[in-house]
């Protein structure tokens, strides 16, 4: 079921649409894909990539596809809220217009005699509205936009029931998304069976396909986290807005903005309505053209906002974490990130909105809102690539931190089982990944240690387990649990696996609650017996006593097979 050539695939309309050499390659691997059978692969590329555009032509394709006998049934294209059906929708025109494409959504039931139908998977999930599509036509292809939700309950509702889970029959899926990593921790290794293609950032801009980046701290001097509460792994919405303004921070971020961005476009992310009604008045106050757009303000008010913002009247918008997925102002080139987070997933949602290219728009800035101390690791600019970055200097474009990081770095990192080329995604991990003093990522259970190794091909991965505790002169082999993956998937699996064997105590979590208490003495007795006791300082936890000893116990396990 390939296609030698989908660039030029002919809609039946004279409509030619020429895409970009990478989102010509993912089509190429998502056919590829399906000819190994796949029932469920998936596409990562950054926003701003056009993952709608790949996967509107992917829909042309499919209707010729089924039109010559090749394959059976029609699309469903399953999105996250009602602004990403318009923006489908549009996609699909322009990249085909020749298709007939219908909407499911709320009282609107357009499915009857079309090829493509584009569905809110709120309405779908609803399995009688559901059925009411397949009753008028086969669904062969699913297509989930963000599909890094597809760990709800309302997505595998749907895709169970068209037979994406199916060993043979049934549907075929295909996910699109920049993240493939939940911020609620759900694994996605169960829903998608491998990320057939994926591109960094820093290949995009690289590319000239999206700006180059810096970042900038902006200091609340009365804002400290260290008593904001954590709620589902990251800062309290409640607890994080009562700090901002307790500490005047609209005040000082409109000081900022005024220094930092002058009259260029951008948006502001901040945690809570209030907090965002606090900014929109201060900004505006200073005479600066802003909006301010939340999630349950009246449709006509949020669409006249938004058109503010593209005709030019509207300078700065100002939203409660509404704008992190779908929207496109490509002319933005600032964010001001007033919502601090300790996850990358929506870190990175939060930056993509600047990326983009733009006529005139050399590059984006990143204005991050902290406090006077650093009391959490909170999400950074070296987040943005799956490249490991380990600092980047304030004022310091991404582009600028990978040379310099390229010239420091020691070349033995190529030999490392995972290559300083290719991951900063352990640091985003829900697991606790560490790395062995020579460069081994692995992740650490009560009974066992999971690891990454190189693959038998270039890019590929193995994930491994060992087992901690061995008799003496017992020999293990180490059991290979995947082979020849790409390195988030391996990373992915190797999550599950370890949170999911010790699910009372959570061993393996970074977010678990006893890596913040004091170490217990036998485990401070254990750290001097293997010798250790240098590393017990004041003040140390749990959880970094722990890792000090993991890191230990694997380096002397794995380690001997590096060079």
């Not at 006529?359 to 009391?375: M, N, Y």
């Not at 985003?428 to 009974?447: C, D, H, M, N, P």
């Not at 913040?516 to 590393?535: C, D, F, Q, T």
Request: glycine share 8%; proline share 3%.
């Amino acid at each position: 079921m390939t296609i030698d050539n989908p660039i030029s695939v002919d809609n039946g309309d004279g409509y030619w649409l020429t895409l970009r050499p990478y989102q010509n390659d993912a089509l190429k691997a998502i056919h590829e894909g399906l000819q190994r059978g796949l029932k469920r692969s998936a596409v990562v590329l950054p926003t701003g990539s056009g993952k709608t555009v790949i996967f509107a032509h992917l829909c042309g394709e499919w209707r010729d596809l089924r039109a010559n006998g090749v394959v059976s049934g029609r699309v469903l294209i399953l999105v996250d809220r009602d602004e990403l059906i318009k923006q489908t929708l549009k996609k699909l025109h322009d990249d085909s217009p020749g298709l007939k494409v219908g909407v499911v959504k709320a009282e609107q039931n357009d499915h009857e005699d079309r090829d493509v139908i584009v569905a809110s998977i709120q309405t779908v999930r609803k399995l009688f509205r559901l059925d009411q599509i397949v009753a008028s036509g086969e669904i062969g292809l699913v297509i989930v936009d963000e599909c890094d939700l597809a760990a709800a309950e309302s997505y595998l509702t749907v895709l169970n029931a068209l037979g994406c889970f199916n060993t043979f029959g049934g549907a075929v899926a295909v996910g699109f998304t920049a993240t493939l990593i939940r911020a609620d921790k759900k694994s996605l290794g169960t829903v998608w069976q491998e990320v057939v293609y994926q591109r960094d950032i820093l290949d995009m801009i690289r590319d000239g396909y999206l700006v180059d980046v810096k970042g900038t701290l902006v200091t609340v001097d009365g804002l400290s986290l260290k008593d904001v509460a954590m709620r589902g792994g990251d800062l309290s919405v409640g607890s994080l807005s009562d700090a901002l303004l307790s500490a005047d921070a609209p005040r000082f971020a409109a000081d900022a903005w005024q220094e930092h961005a002058g009259d260029k476009p951008g948006v502001v992310f901040t945690p809570s309505v209030v907090v965002a009604q606090a900014f929109a008045d201060e900004f505006s106050g200073r005479g600066i053209p802003t909006a301010a757009i939340w999630g349950d303000m009246s449709s006509d008010d949020r669409t006249a906002a938004l058109k503010g913002a593209h005709c030019g009247d509207i300078k700065v918008l100002i939203n409660c974490m509404v704008l992190t997925r779908g929207f496109d102002w490509p002319e933005a080139s600032v964010c001001m990130i007033a919502r601090p987070t300790t996850s990358a997933v929506l870190y990175v949602q939060m930056i993509g909105r600047i990326l983009r290219l733009f006529p005139g728009k050399d590059w984006a800035h990143v204005l991050d809102i902290v406090g006077a101390s650093r009391d959490h690791r909170l999400a950074t600019l070296a987040d943005l690539t799956s490249r490991r970055i380990e600092t980047i200097i304030e004022g310091e474009s991404l582009m600028e931190a990978v040379a310099r990081e390229r010239e420091r770095l020691n070349p033995k990192l190529a030999d490392y089982a995972v290559s300083y080329e290719d991951v900063d995604l352990f640091k985003r991990s829900y697991a606790a990944w560490l790395q062995t003093k020579k460069g081994i990522w692995f992740v650490s259970t009560r009974e066992h240690i999971y690891f990454v190794w190189v693959g038998s091909e270039p890019g590929m991965y193995r994930l491994g387990k060992r087992p901690l505790r061995l008799s003496k002169g017992q020999r293990v082999p180490t059991e290979w649990l995947k082979n020849d993956i790409p390195l988030e998937l391996a990373m992915t699996w190797g999550s599950q696996l370890a949170v999911n064997e010790d699910p009372d105590y959570n061993v393996a979590s970074r977010g678990a609650s006893w890596r913040r208490k004091n170490p217990s003495e036998k485990m401070v007795s254990y750290a001097r017996r293997i010798g250790l006791g240098s590393e017990i300082t004041l003040g140390i936890n749990q959880g970094e006593l722990s890792e000090i000893i993991n890191i230990h116990v694997a380096s002397k396990m794995l380690d001997k097979a590096v060079r």
